[in-house]
C-alpha cells in the first residue's frame, strides 16, 4: 500500500490536504500494527483502554476501484474477502494484547451521504448505491471471530481536518447498510444541519446503541446544556434515551496540525458533555 494525492473531493477553506492510500498488492497481515501504542495507553490508565483503528472501508473509499491494482485484484470479492481476514487477524492480535474496547474509525458512510462524493465513487469505477452493503458486510466478516467480551464500535464523520469537513448531507441513504454492520453502537455526527435529521435512526436494530456527536470539536463556541438537552429529546424519538449517548462529534484532532481550538476550549466541552450527561442519564 502506497500514499498519493487526493485527486477526489478536498477539505473545504484549507490548502493541505491529506494523502490517500492506495492497494498495490496482496493484501497480507505480516506484523502488528499500533498493538505497543494499545500497550502504552493500557499501562497508563485504570480504567478501559478504548483504542481506534481504520474500518477496513478506509483501504478502499477515497481512491476506489481505480486505486487497487488490478494486477493484484481482477475481482474485487477477492480484494474485500483478504480486507476480511487481514482484519480480523489484527483483531485478534488486539485481543491477544488485552484489548476489550476496539473503535473502527469509519468515514465512507457519511461520505456517501454527498452528491460529490458519489460522483466521484463512479468516476473511480465504483457503484455509490452498493458500497454502503459492501462495507458494512466486510465489517461483519471482519468481526466474526472477535472475542467474546470485546466491545467494537464505529465512529462516522463527514471529515476532521484543520477544522475542515469534505461532506454533507444527511444519513437516510446509508443507515440501513451501517446499522447491520457487526459493531455494538455508533458513534455519529450530528452537530450541524451537515448531517441531516435524526430520522434515520429509527433504522437502529434494538439491541445497538447510537453515541450522539452534539458538541463540535470544529469551533470553540460552547454548546449549552439546554441547546445539548433538546437535541437529545429529539433524538429519543427514534431511539429509546436508555440506547442513546453523548460525545464531542469527532476527535479535537484527527491530524498533527489540529483543530481551531485551545486546550482550554476543549477541556471545556468534554467537561459540558460530561455535566449533560450526568443530568440526562443518571
Not at 129 to 155: F, N, S
Not at 165 to 170: C, F, I, N, Q, S
Not at 192 to 200: L, N, Q
Not at 217 to 239: G, H, M, P, Q, W
Amino acid at each position: 500500500m502506497t500514499l498519493k494525492e487526493n485527486p477526489g473531493p478536498k477539505f473545504a477553506g484549507v490548502e493541505a490536504q491529506p494523502p490517500i492510500p492506495v492497494v498495490t498488492g496482496p493484501l497480507r497481515y505480516i506484523k502488528p500494527i499500533m498493538v505497543d501504542d494499545f500497550a502504552f495507553l493500557r499501562k497508563t490508565t485504570k480504567r478501559t483502554a478504548k483504542f481506534t483503528i481504520p474500518s477496513p472501508s478506509m483501504l478502499h473509499l477515497r481512491a476506489g476501484r481505480a486505486g487497487i491494482s488490478r494486477e493484484a485484484y481482477p475481482d474485487l470479492e477477492e480484494f474485500w474477502a483478504d480486507a476480511a481476514r487481514v482484519y480480523r487477524a489484527a483483531i485478534a492480535a488486539f485481543a491477544k494484547a488485552g484489548c476489550t474496547y476496539l473503535q473502527l474509525d469509519d468515514v465512507s458512510f457519511a461520505y456517501l451521504c454527498d452528491p460529490k462524493i458519489r460522483d466521484n465513487c463512479r468516476k473511480n469505477g465504483d457503484d455509490p448505491d452498493k458500497l454502503p452493503r459492501t462495507y458494512a458486510d466486510t465489517i461483519t466478516r471482519a468481526l466474526q471471530e472477535r472475542p467474546a467480551g470485546m466491545t467494537v464500535t464505529m465512529h462516522t464523520c463527514r471529515g476532521n481536518f484543520k477544522s475542515a469537513w469534505v461532506a454533507e448531507g444527511g444519513y437516510e441513504g446509508v443507515a440501513e447498510a451501517m446499522f447491520s454492520s457487526g459493531v455494538d453502537a455508533f458513534f455519529m455526527e450530528f452537530d450541524t444541519a451537515r448531517a441531516g435529521g435524526f430520522e434515520p435512526l429509527r433504522l437502529l436494530p434494538k439491541e445497538k446503541k447510537v453515541v450522539l456527536g452534539l458538541v463540535t470539536t470544529k469551533t470553540a463556541e460552547l454548546e449549552s446544556k439546554d441547546f445539548l438537552k433538546r437535541r437529545i429529546d429529539a433524538a429519543a424519538k427514534f431511539v429509546p434515551l436508555e440506547n442513546l449517548c453523548l460525545s464531542p462529534q469527532c476527535g479535537f484532532s484527527s491530524t498533527h496540525h489540529g483543530n481551531r481550538l485551545t486546550q482550554e476550549d476543549q477541556w471545556r466541552k468534554l467537561e459540558r458533555v460530561v455535566e449533560t450527561a450526568k443530568e440526562v442519564w443518571q
